[in-house]
């Protein structure tokens, strides 16, 4: 691919803002991801905030939780496209890996992200 | 029990009604009440995503509410019915029915609207409908989550 992904962190609240600005102190990049709250928005609205967001795509969204208002939209505006795609659960993990690896289709972009998200959750003994 | 909360809310099924008020209600089901969800079976799944298997959800237009709402009513667990139209509500609220009490927990901004509260905004004409609901004595309050304060109607109106 020619043009790199980019990613969007969508979110209640600021945990977007947050993630972003971890990745940003532990990479030194600032310019993969942007980060989008749906503080005050309505479905439509927070549609229209992800499309801005995207600007066109490709791109990849990073949504907080496997249900409500964030999916709801993030999986409306990716219907049916093949330059977005979505994962849900977004931790800071799976944004680290993302962020070196924004050549690549944004299908698959979206598993190795869930893959590498997935391996950082475990319970280590203390 | 019955339906122990009626919600006003554009965005449907989402966290604060599934573990907001679900959780504290120790909801078993959850009535969605659209009839564009309810013509969509894409749709309905990805409302359905966002619930957990314990909780049963269904969907209805608000002819099939209408004529289900005395069986919701009378089911022993506990319910929450939500719709994004004061309209449907206020259909629901005819014909002898149990509402005595619609929560608004989140009408976003729309062309028309103006802010009534951080997550309330309605038309004049939105307005003059939840004063008309509450004319005929149903308790019409705002609050997103349960812990927030519920705002009387005439607070935000």
Redesign the interface.
């Known amino acids: 691919m020619s043009e790199p992904l980019h990613g969007v962190i969508v979110s209640h609240a600021a945990v977007a803002q947050a993630l972003l600005a971890a990745v940003a102190a532990i990479t030194g990049v600032s310019d993969a991801l942007v980060p989008v709250s749906n503080d005050g928005c309505d479905t439509g609205a927070l549609t229209e905030r992800l499309t801005r967001a995207i600007d066109g795509g490709p791109a990849v969204l990073f949504v907080d939780l496997p249900g409500g208002s964030c999916l709801t939209s993030s999986v409306r505006l990716a219907r049916g496209r093949t330059d977005v795609a979505v994962v849900t659960g977004v931790n800071l993990a799976m944004l680290l890996d993302f962020v070196f690896h924004r050549d690549l289709p944004p299908a698959d972009a979206a598993r190795r992200a869930a893959e590498a998200g997935s391996r950082a959750i475990r319970t280590p003994a203390a | 029990m019955t339906i122990a909360l009626y919600r006003l809310d554009?965005?449907?099924?989402?966290?604060q009604v599934?573990v907001g008020w679900g959780k504290p209600l120790n909801a078993s089901f959850i009535v969605l009440v659209d009839d564009v969800v309810r013509s969509s079976a894409?749709e309905q799944e990805?409302?359905r995503?966002?619930?957990p298997a314990e909780i049963e959800v269904v969907f209805a237009s608000t002819a099939e509410a209408a004529e289900r709402l005395p069986e919701w009513e009378r089911d022993p667990r506990v319910g929450i019915l939500v719709s994004a139209e004061i309209d449907t509500l206020a259909a629901l609220a005819v014909d002898g029915h149990q509402i005595s009490r619609v929560n608004v927990g989140?009408?976003?901004?729309?062309p028309g609207r103006t802010e009534r509260l951080?997550?309330v905004y309605l038309s004049d004409a939105e307005a003059a409908k939840l004063k008309a609901l509450a004319a005929k004595g149903v308790e019409v309050t705002a609050q997103d989550v349960p812990t927030a304060h519920a705002v009387p109607l005439k607070d935000f109106t």
């Open positions: 554009d965005r449907l099924i989402h966290g599934v894409w990805l409302y995503m966002g619930v989140g009408l976003h901004h729309r951080r997550y």
